[in-house]
């Protein structure tokens, strides 16, 4: 398979690194108050007043500058935030990201806040393998993702992944190219994580090819 990840260096700049100082406090407990799952997007839905007001933020400007600098201009910058939790190892249900009902091919993702503990890994089937359903998934709507009730059943039926990544963005030194277009999982420790991830409407082939001297 084509190699779904990356790491490239990747530091916030000193504007962008305020304007987290400033705001990580209230996005965590607006978070936290509001949204019923261990973990979710933000800032995600272009009609949202907030969102709008997120993409001239410092560290959104800076991330499309970077992106668009490689020649990935179709872009899209919102955060991932992630809950404290009780479990010591958390896998998430293994799914194809696809924001609009189109599969997207990428992400760069940049560690804002937490631990450098979490894995990534692969299996390298898209929406059109037959274990692959389009699921209503509650407080996300509908994606695609293995059947399955249970994470143990959608494990067993896809079996071992084909690519894993045991290093991901490093906190102030690195981003992550990743693979979103296939099957995938990302595998977390317990502890609270904010990311920020611009989504990459380009081909993966292509991002791997605009990235390659970086």
């Known amino acids: 398979m084509i190699i779904p990840h990356t790491s490239v260096k990747f530091k916030f700049n000193q504007e962008s690194k305020l304007w987290f100082d400033i705001h990580c406090d209230s996005i965590i ?37 970077f992106l668009n600098d490689l020649g990935l201009t179709n872009t899209y910058v919102h955060m991932f935030v992630y809950k404290v939790q009780s479990k010591t190892i958390s896998v998430e249900n293994p799914h194809i990201d696809a924001p609009c009902m189109k599969p997207l091919p990428g992400r760069f993702n940049v560690l804002v806040y937490g631990n450098e503990n979490s894995k990534m890994h692969w299996w390298n089937r898209d ?38 990544a045991d290093k991901l963005s490093k906190f102030d030194q690195t981003g992550d190219f990743v693979r979103t277009d296939i099957v995938h999982s990302i595998e977390r420790d317990g502890e609270r994580r ?3 991830s611009g989504r990459i409407h380009h081909p993966w082939e292509e991002i791997l090819e605009k990235i390659k001297n970086v």
Request: proline fraction near 10%; charged fraction near 15%; charge should be negative.
């Open 127 to 164: 929406i059109n393998h037959p274990v692959i359903q389009l699921t209503d998934v509650p407080n996300l709507g509908k994606r695609w993702q293995v059947i399955g009730n249970t994470a143990t059943e959608q494990f067993g039926l896809i079996g071992p992944p084909d690519y894993s």
């Open 29 to 65: 407990k607006n978070f936290d108050a509001t949204f019923p799952e261990s973990g979710g997007l933000l800032f995600n839905n272009p009609m949202h007043d907030g969102a709008v007001a997120f993409q001239l933020s410092p560290p959104a400007v800076q991330v499309k500058q």
């Open 194 to 196: 904010l990311v920020l």
